[in-house]
C-alpha cells in the first residue's frame, strides 16, 4: 500500500539501545512536521549474525515518505530518514546468512522485521503481524533503536527481510516495485486475476500505473478508470485495453457488471459509489491507495443484491514480494521513474503532491556525498 501507518502508537516508548558498535551514516532527514529534508549523520546498528549490509545505490520516493515527514498520519518520530523502496548490492553478511553474499543486488521494501510467530508471519504474511517493523519512524524491539529508511548510504537488515533481485532487471526502475509494485500485485494475485479476467485500475500514478502494467501480464483485459481524457495515450502504453472516463455517467453506465475486479489507487477521500454497479457478481473493489474515512455513506444495496465486495489490501509479505520480483522479470516489468539527485528532494515532495511525475521518482545515492 502506497500510504503506510507509522509502526507504533503515538504515545511509544523509544528504548535507549544497548551499547555496541554502530555503523555511521550520512542520510536526508526531516527534524519536524515544517521542516524540509536536509542533510543528516547517524548511525546504523552493528550487524547481527543474521544481518545483511547493504550499501543503496538507488531510493524511490513514496507518497508515505512525504506524509511520514510532515506527520500527515500522527506518531512520526523525529528526526525521521524516509524511504522504503530500496535497491543496493551486498557489502558484507553475518555468519548466520544462508541466502546472499556480498555483491548481490538486493531490495528492501516497507518491512525490515516482525514478530516472526503469528499466524500472518507463518504463512509468509508479515505486513500483517501486530509487531511488523516498518522501515523507517518505528522502533525495532530488539534493540529500543528507531529505523531509519533509504534516503541514506547504507542500510543494515535482517536476512529475512531483504529480497533478491533477479538478473536482467533494471535497477533504477526496480525501486518502485518494492511499495508500488507490490501494493498492486498482491491484490491482482490474491484475488486470481489470470487470462481473460476483466480489472479495471482506478487512478493513474504510481500505484495505477504499475497496476495497468502487472494486470496485462496476468493477461487480463485492463480497463483505466480517470477523470482526465488526456491520460488515454499514456494508459494505453502501460497496458490498458480500455480507458474509461468516471465523471461521465453515460460511459459508467456502459460497462456496467463488467469488472471481476476494481484496483482503486486513488490516495484521497472519495466516493466510491458510482464504480460498484461496475462490478459484477462477485466483483471486489479493493482500496490500496486510500487510509481513512469515506465522506460518502457506502450503499450496501448493490453489494448485498449481486454479492459484491469492497475490501483493503496492504503491500505484501516477503515471499509474496520475492514472487512478483520474479514475476517483473520475466515479463520485462519496471517502474517508469525520473531520476533525481539527494538534494532535489524537497522539490520532488512538492512536485509529486502537484502529480507532476511520470511515475515514480528514484534517488540516486551516488549523488548523496559525505
Sequence with gaps: MSQILAAHPADAVVIAPENHMTIKVLGYAAHSPTDALVPYSFERRDPRPDDVTIEILYCGVC??????????????????????????????????????????????????????????????????????????????????????????????????????????????GAAPLLCAGITTYSPLRHWGVKKGSKVAVT?????GHMGLKIAKAMGAEVTLFTRSPGKEADARRLGADHIVLSNDPAAMKSVAGKFDLIVDTVPYVHDLNPYIPTLAVNGTLVL??????????????????????????????????????????????????????????????????????KYRFVIDMASLKG
Design 63 to 172: 507518497h508515505s515518505d512525504l506524509h511520514t515527514a510532515r506527520n500527515d498520519w500522527g506518531g512520526t518520530i523525529y528526526p525521521v530518514v524516509p524511504g522504503h523502496e530500496i535497491i543496493g548490492r551486498v557489502t558484507a553478511v553475518g555468519p548466520a546468512v544462508t541466502k546472499f553474499k556480498v555483491g548481490d543486488a538486493v531490495g528492501v521494501g516497507c518491512l525490515v522485521d516482525s514478530c516472526r510467530e503469528c499466524d500472518p508471519c507463518e504463512h509468509g504474511h508479515e505486513q500483517y503481524c501486530d509487531g511488523a517493523v516498518f522501515t523507517y519512524s518505528a522502533v525495532d524491539p530488539k534493540d529500543g533503536r528507531v529505523t531509519q529508511g533509504g534516503y541514506s548510504q547504507r542500510v543494515v537488515v535482517t536476512e529475512r527481510f531483504v529480497l533478491r533481485i533477479p538478473e536482467g532487471l533494471d535497477l533504477k
Design 203 to 207: 487512478g493513474l500514478g504510481g500505484l
Design 288 to 357: 490500496v491507495g486510500y487510509l481513512g474515512p469515506l465522506d460518502d455513506a457506502l450503499n450496501t444495496a448493490p453489494l448485498v443484491f449481486r454479492r459484491k465486495a469492497v475490501a483493503g489490501s496492504l503491500i505484501g509479505g516477503l515471499p509474496e514480494t520475492q514472487e512478483m520480483l520474479d514475476f517483473c522479470a520475466e515479463h520485462g516489468l519496471t517502474a517508469d521513474v525520473e531520476m533525481i539527485r539527494m538534494d532535489e528532494i524537497n522539490a520532488a515532495y512538492e512536485r509529486m503532491l502537484k502529480s507532476d511525475v
